[in-house]
C-alpha cells in the first residue's frame, strides 16, 4: 500500500458532500477503483474508472481522476450516516495485482 | 452463492499451530485472489489464482505460507506454525477473469488471531 497515499480521517456533517484524495505512483496504471469497507465485513466495489477517462459519476458518486498528476479523488453527494466507513483507493500494477492505500476512515456527524 | 465465501469468519490459536483458511469464490469466476489486512494498514497482496495454477505467488511473507486451489473453485490458504505477527484479516476475492476492467469482488474475511 505504500505506493498509494491517502489522508486517514475524515469528518463530514450528513447532508455535505465528502471529498477523499488518493495519490498513486504507478503511472501505468490502466484502472483505478474505490472501495469500501464497513466494520466487520470485506470490500465493497463502489467504483472504477479507466485511465483515459476524466471523470465518472454513478448516482452519489463521482470519481475525478488527473492523471498528470497521478491524483484520484472520490466525491460522495448528500453524505449519509451509512456511508460512515473506510474508503480504501486502489490502482491496478497488472491484470491482477491491486495496489492500495491504507484507507481513509470518515465519519459522518449528525 | 451470490458472493465470495470465507470460513471460518473468526479464527482463535496458540502460537505454533497450523492454521487452514477457506475461500469459495463467486460462481464461474476463474481468478482468485488472497489478500491480507493488518490493523490500520491497507491490504497486502499474497498470491493469486487462475484456474488451479498460482502464476503469482510473490506475496506470500515466507514458507510458512501456502495455498491450493482445486477443481478451479474452492480455495484454501494454509499457515504452518503460526506466529504472531500472522495475526490479521485475510480476505479472498475472485473475478471472472484477471483483468483490469473485471473488478475484483471480496469476502467478508477471516480474522486470524494468534495468541
Known amino acids: 500500500g505504500e505506493d498509494v497515499e491517502q489522508s486517514l480521517f475524515l469528518s463530514v456533517r450528513e447532508g455535505d458532500s465528502s471529498v477523499i484524495n488518493c495519490t498513486y505512483t504507478?503511472?501505468?496504471?490502466?484502472?483505478l477503483y474505490w472501495y469500501k469497507q464497513e466494520p466487520g465485513a470485506g470490500l465493497q466495489l463502489l467504483t472504477y474508472?479507466?485511465?483515459?477517462?476524466d471523470m465518472k459519476q454513478d448516482q452519489r458518486l463521482t470519481v475525478l481522476l488527473n492523471k498528470k498528476d497521478k491524483h484520484l479523488s472520490l466525491r460522495i453527494a448528500d453524505t449519509q450516516t451509512g456511508d460512515s466507513a473506510i474508503y480504501f483507493c486502489?490502482?491496478?500494477?497488472?491484470?491482477?495485482?491491486?495496489?492500495f492505500g491504507a484507507g481513509t476512515t470518515v465519519t459522518v456527524r449528525a | 452463492g451470490a458472493g465470495v465465501s470465507q470460513s471460518p469468519s473468526n479464527k482463535v490459536t496458540e502460537k505454533g499451530k497450523d492454521v487452514e483458511l477457506r475461500c469459495d469464490p463467486i460462481s464461474g469466476h476463474t481468478a482468485l485472489y488472497w489478500y491480507r489486512q493488518s490493523l490500520g494498514q491497507g491490504l497486502e497482496f499474497l498470491i493469486y489464482?487462475?484456474?488451479?495454477?498460482?502464476?503469482?505467488k510473490s506475496g506470500l511473507p515466507s514458507d510458512r505460507f501456502s495455498a491450493e486451489r482445486t477443481g478451479g473453485s474452492v480455495s484454501t490458504l494454509t499457515i504452518q506454525r503460526t506466529q504472531q505477527e500472522d495475526s490479521a484479516v485475510y480476505l479472498c476475492?475472485?473475478?471472472?477473469?484477471?483483468?483490469?476492467?473485471?473488478?475484483?469482488?471480496f469476502g467478508d474475511g477471516t480474522r486470524l488471531s494468534i495468541l
Open positions: 486502489a490502482e491496478s500494477l497488472n491484470d491482477y495485482k491491486l495496489s
Open positions: 476475492a475472485s473475478s471472472e477473469v484477471a483483468a483490469g476492467n473485471q473488478p475484483q469482488h
Open positions: 474508472i479507466f485511465s483515459n477517462m
Open positions: 504507478d503511472s501505468s496504471s490502466t484502472y
Open positions: 489464482f487462475q484456474g488451479n495454477s498460482a502464476p503469482d
